[in-house]
């Protein structure tokens, strides 16, 4: 096989779960674990991590959040790794945008660092990756492992945090592709989805309710209008917001008709024919 | 006798160097109601914090373990107000969300150690916290397992976090519903609950002192069993 280019001649990287992949997402990690190791990549888990701070806050002038994600990318350094791969959207979200802070912003870090005494200096040089990223240049050898064809029809949705801002984007941040052609390697056919980007109404759900209800209305509507059959995704919380209350939408929306939620690992390992 | 300055909550005091915090400050004459134990390390009731002159760090202890220092400003911490959780061991279950559902403040944590710098036992305490927000029960139990609920981690979380009630949760659950079985003390319960040591027991409450002392100088020790 030839070796990936983003992880270098390197066939094991670090791997940061998260918290949500230790408890509502764990099939996520399963297959995710799996489908790398049939394509000859291993997941190593660092051996500590911490909670990412759950989303990137756009505080500058309180450094606290940024202190976890920090003593992450400081983990995996120490444990002799340059690079760091995440599943979450969110988690590779605030770990990506902080180790470009801790890249870009000189004040911050000083203040991180004599903040954080116990810990070596960080500077920013573990590169965050997400595992799309990888799969990008992995398309060919993803085709070969296919022992069951998808023969359905998908829509890839890729929500907020893989692509905004467009500095921490895996890929063209207005229309990204990289799903699209997973779902096409595997057998599957991507339909056009054009709110493949749109916001899920994300934790809202936990405070207005409403809003996640039309969001999920929407996306999903717009999805099977275009002929999907499934939903494919790599956000915890936008296949809990998509997956977990269509039945309310149902309530809210009579006309509405749902649809099934994949983690792009799950149908990945379908198509692979990997046991869950 | 050699002295050294300290300062208890602000006013000066010379004390013989090489007392613990604690007897320094009996020896400079307050007396402990409250806030004092063992006084060999184990109770967790002394915690106390102080700083070095010229030092900008605030350390935390326990008195009856630390040495006082020339220039230590001292203050003793006798009691932590912290909400412990209501439940009954026997109805609960243990699942991903025990923890978090019991004392939600653990989500609130930011990874700043501070709890980690204070424990006296240092003990990894914000390791465990974050084992407990992601539902691993049996790792916040492995890791606060030496805890003795002193409570300076949570007179410093930023958070509000308790953290020793989250880890005594998180250690009695570990108990009832994932550590294995012991065997053989369920063995031992049977037998004394069967009435086998009732006979000893009975004739030994009828012993004097000194027959007592002589019989437990020359008892038996079992070897250890295997699990």
């Not at chain 1, 870090?109 to 992995?138: A, C, R, T, W």
């Not at chain 1, 209305?217 to 999805?223: D, G, M, P, V, W």
């Not at chain 2, 509000?160 to 294995?180: D, F, M, S, T």
């Amino acid at each position: 096989m030839q070796p990936v280019n983003i992880l270098g001649d390197k066939m094991e990287i670090a791997y940061y779960p998260g918290c949500t992949l230790k408890t509502n997402a764990k099939e996520f990690e399963e297959t995710a674990i799996k489908v790398f190791e049939k394509l000859g990549i291993k997941l190593k888990e660092i051996n500590k991590w911490y909670c990412c701070g759950t989303v990137y806050s756009l505080a500058t002038d309180n450094l606290m959040y940024r202190l976890a994600a920090i003593r992450n990318l400081i983990r995996a350094k120490e444990e002799g790794y340059d690079k760091l791969v995440t599943l979450c959207s969110i988690c590779y979200n605030t770990l990506k945008q902080t180790n470009l802070m801790a890249r870009e912003d000189e004040d911050a870090m000083y203040k991180i660092n004599s903040f954080m005494d116990e810990e070596p200096d960080y500077d920013g040089s573990v590169e965050v990756i997400h595992p799309l990223q990888i799969l990008n240049e992995m398309m060919d050898e993803v085709k070969a492992k296919v022992k069951k064809p998808l023969n359905k029809k998908y829509a890839a949705y890729y929500g907020c945090l893989l692509l905004r801002p467009k500095e921490v984007a895996i890929d063209e941040y207005e229309n990204p592709s990289v799903m699209e052609r997973l779902i096409e390697a595997l057998g599957g056919s991507a339909v056009n989805f054009p709110l493949k980007n749109e916001c899920c109404g994300s934790y809202n759900v936990a405070c207005n309710k409403e809003a996640v209800i039309d969001a999920n209305y929407r996306i999903i509507t717009n999805a099977r209008k275009n002929g999907a059959e499934a939903i494919v995704t790599s956000c915890p919380l936008c296949h809990f917001n998509l997956k977990e209350i269509q039945k309310e939408v149902k309530k809210a929306y009579p006309d509405f008709v749902g649809l099934p939620v994949y983690y792009f690992t799950e149908i990945m390992a379908m198509a692979f024919g990997v046991k869950k | 006798m050699k002295m050294v300055r300290i300062y208890i909550m602000g006013k000066e005091y010379r004390v013989p160097e090489g007392l613990t915090i604690m007897k320094a400050m009996e020896y400079a004459g307050y007396r402990y109601i409250r806030g004092s134990g063992c006084r060999a390390g184990f109770c967790g009731a002394c915690a106390t914090v102080y700083r070095k002159e010229g030092e900008y760090k605030l350390h935390a202890d326990l008195a009856c373990q630390t040495t006082v220092e020339d220039g230590m400003y001292l203050v003793q911490l006798p009691f932590t107000p912290a909400n412990k959780a209501i439940y009954d061991l026997e109805k609960i279950r243990v699942d991903d969300k025990t923890l978090v559902n019991f004392y939600p403040e653990i989500a609130r944590c930011v990874s700043c150690n501070t709890c980690t710098k204070a424990c006296p036992q240092e003990l990894d305490v914000m390791d465990y916290i974050q084992a407990s927000l992601r539902g691993d029960v049996a790792k916040a139990a492995e890791l606060s397992f030496d805890c003795i609920q002193c409570g300076l981690c949570a007179m410093r979380c930023p958070a509000e976090i308790a953290h020793y009630h989250v880890a005594q949760l998180a250690r009695r659950l570990y108990g009832k519903y994932i550590a294995p079985r012991a065997k053989h003390l369920e063995k031992r319960v049977k037998e004394i609950e069967e009435g086998r040591f009732d006979k000893d027991m009975k004739k030994m409450m009828k012993m004097s002192i000194e027959e007592l002392r002589k019989l437990y100088n020359a008892r038996d020790i079992e070897p250890e069993e295997e699990v």
